[in-house]
């Protein structure tokens, strides 16, 4: 059967161990989230109110809970036979010394998902791992005491440079990140790749011209007996510091996801490790950087992502970039398909999948053209906005919103519309959707129905300005039907959506 690239809406580790068979991806490429920006030293971590405050930044993260217990049992106890015992005894090595605290928490989920893309490989897979200071010593352990006992090896420390901001300090400026490169065997796939030779390379090395006027300079040094370098064409053999700028906050390429990765720095690694045909799998997908490279280079794909903002920006993405078709060609995993897997999406008690259901139901509905409030609380009761346009003057176009509120559940009352069209009025707001996992009442209905309707300017054609909308008619098919063309430019115009971007 003919490999379909897949989409999974999950959490990687579960996906991993069911879904994805041994020896199956030639290259993984992972970018997990790590959010504390601060590094400090957790062996000799000292209690001054200042290391406190540090570790607290980490801490927002990763705790030490059930579900690192569970894990570090699992590690323990080799689950899935996939743990080596340097792994297993590392692990036990750090628990002392670290302790059982937020570093602690994140290696062993680090652990156990590398473990199982370790076995996910084929052979001649490859595994780059992207990571920042904060953690990568560690992480390299880790990498090492996986690979390196069941034949696999360390290939590459990739150093990727960048320029950015970094405010006053009293530290050198942190410009890089870390991708460490391993193969699952020394059987590997390898495709050299070449950079523009430097100025400073040219100018320190005349070139000369031999008999069939190829061109060389003579490589001299001491002890060495010159040689003949040949100019190449393509440059130069490319090194392990990459020097590619961030995502430019204005460029086309930006998704409106703080931590998108630039998509030079994955055609690097994907043109290196892999082949057309290839599989190429992202277990932290993101905004689907790897993915929209993997299948602008031809490779076939598998992502997983845990939140829905990031399946709905993917598909739009891939929509943007190759046509609605592609979206034809891609198994969808894990997106609630009917009412009991919708219900099961709302009921679900992971503190990690917070408002997942709200943000699967909005983005759906608006074929992935909203932009999700993550703080309910502060805008009461509002989980998404969209953006049309109303219309266009001379000067400027003229975009107005329409909120969408999400129920999942809670016995819903006529008091919640009336919420809705009162968040409306402070946000100036021409319309107002209600999406509802239960049917509405009737004096909910005609609450609905008596906030009027609201006439689009560019067509004239007329929209009831507060809808109720059934899980049940999303599922089965009903979408925003107002034109949303435009609404993307506004996405991707950072200043429109300002403070309302994604967060992990
Ligand atoms: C740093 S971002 C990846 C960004 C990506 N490289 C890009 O260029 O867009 C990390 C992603 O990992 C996802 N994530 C975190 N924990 C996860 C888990 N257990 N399973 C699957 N995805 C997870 C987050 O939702 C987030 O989208």
């Known amino acids: 059967m003919e490999f379909k690239n897949k989409l999974y809406y999950g959490d990687n580790l579960e996906i991993l161990r069911k879904k994805i068979k041994d020896n199956s991806i030639d290259l993984c490429y992972i970018d997990p989230p790590f959010n504390s920006k601060r590094t400090y030293n957790q062996i000799y971590l000292n209690k001054g109110e200042e290391d406190k405050a540090q570790a607290q930044a980490f801490i927002d993260t990763w705790e030490w809970d059930d579900k690192a217990n569970e894990g570090l049992k699992q590690i323990t106890e080799n689950y899935n036979g996939v743990f080596t015992v340097q792994s297993i005894d590392l692990i036990l090595g750090l628990s002392k010394v670290l302790g059982k605290g937020s570093l602690l928490a994140y290696l062993v989920s680090m652990t156990l998902r590398i473990a199982e893309i370790q076995r996910v490989l084929k052979p001649t897979g490859s595994f780059y791992l992207h990571c920042d200071p904060t953690a990568s010593h560690y992480l390299k352990l880790i990498l090492d005491a996986i690979f390196c006992p069941k034949g696999g090896d360390f290939r590459n420390e990739l150093i990727w440079h960048y320029r950015r901001y970094t405010g006053v300090s009293r530290d050198f400026q942190t410009m890089h990140d870390i991708i460490f490169r391993y193969s699952k065997t020394n059987d590997f796939i390898f495709n050299t790749l070449f950079q523009p030779y430097q100025e400073t390379n040219l100018k320190n090395h005349p070139w000369e011209h031999d008999e069939d006027g190829k061109k060389f300079y003579w490589k001299k040094g001491k002890n060495i007996t010159p040689y003949k370098v040949y100019f190449n064409e393509d440059g130069t053999k490319m090194n392990d510091v990459w020097i590619i700028?961030?995502?430019?906050?204005?460029?086309?390429?930006?998704?409106?996801?703080?931590?998108?990765?630039?998509?030079?720095?994955?055609?690097?690694?994907?043109?290196?490790?892999?082949?057309?045909?290839?599989?190429?799998?992202?277990?932290?997908?993101?905004?689907?950087?790897?993915?929209?490279?993997?299948?602008?280079?031809?490779?076939?794909?598998?992502?997983?992502?845990?939140?829905?903002?990031?399946?709905?920006?993917?598909?739009?993405?891939?929509?943007?970039?190759?046509?609605?078709?592609?979206?034809?060609?891609?198994?969808?995993?894990?997106?609630?398909?009917?009412?009991?897997?919708?219900?099961?999406?709302?009921?679900?008690?992971?503190?990690?999948?917070?408002?997942?259901?709200?943000?699967?139901?909005?983005?759906?509905?608006?074929?992935?053209?909203?932009?999700?409030?993550?703080?309910?609380?502060?805008?009461?009761?509002?989980?998404?906005?969209?953006?049309?346009?109303?219309?266009?003057?001379?000067?400027?176009?003229?975009?107005?919103?329409?909120?969408?509120?999400?129920?999942?559940?809670?016995?819903?009352?006529?008091?919640?519309?009336?919420?809705?069209?009162?968040a409306m009025r402070r946000e100036d707001a021409v319309m107002g959707i209600f999406l509802t996992l239960e049917s509405p009442t009737k004096p909910m209905v005609a609450e609905s129905k008596s906030a009027g309707s609201y006439a689009y300017n560019l067509t004239g054609t007329k929209y009831p300005v507060v809808n109720i909308v059934t899980i049940e008619e999303v599922l089965n098919g009903a979408r925003l039907n107002i034109p949303t063309s435009h609404s993307i430019e506004v996405l991707k115009r950072a200043p429109a959506v300002k403070g309302k971007q994604f967060e992990f």
């Not at 290839?278 to 845990?306: F, H, M, P, Q």
């Not at 805008?379 to 329409?402: M, Q, S, W």
């Open 245 to 422: 700028p961030q995502i430019s906050p204005i460029g086309n390429e930006r998704q409106g996801y703080p931590t998108q990765k630039p998509e030079k720095l994955l055609e690097q690694i994907i043109k290196a490790s892999s082949n057309e045909g290839n599989i190429i799998l992202d277990a932290y997908c993101g905004c689907g950087t790897s993915i929209a490279v993997a299948e602008k280079l031809k490779r076939r794909w598998v992502g997983i992502d845990i939140t829905y903002q990031s399946i709905s920006v993917i598909l739009r993405r891939l929509e943007d970039s190759f046509g609605k078709d592609v979206l034809n060609k891609i198994h969808l995993d894990g997106i609630p398909k009917d009412i009991e897997s919708a219900r099961a999406l709302a009921n679900k008690k992971d503190d990690r999948l917070r408002k997942e259901f709200e943000k699967w139901a909005v983005l759906t509905y608006t074929n992935n053209r909203a932009i999700i409030n993550e703080k309910k609380g502060a805008d009461k009761g509002i989980d998404g906005t969209a953006f049309i346009l109303d219309d266009r003057l001379k000067d400027k176009d003229v975009y107005k919103k329409i909120l969408f509120s999400v129920k999942s559940g809670e016995q819903i009352k006529s008091g919640d519309i009336r919420d809705l069209e009162g």
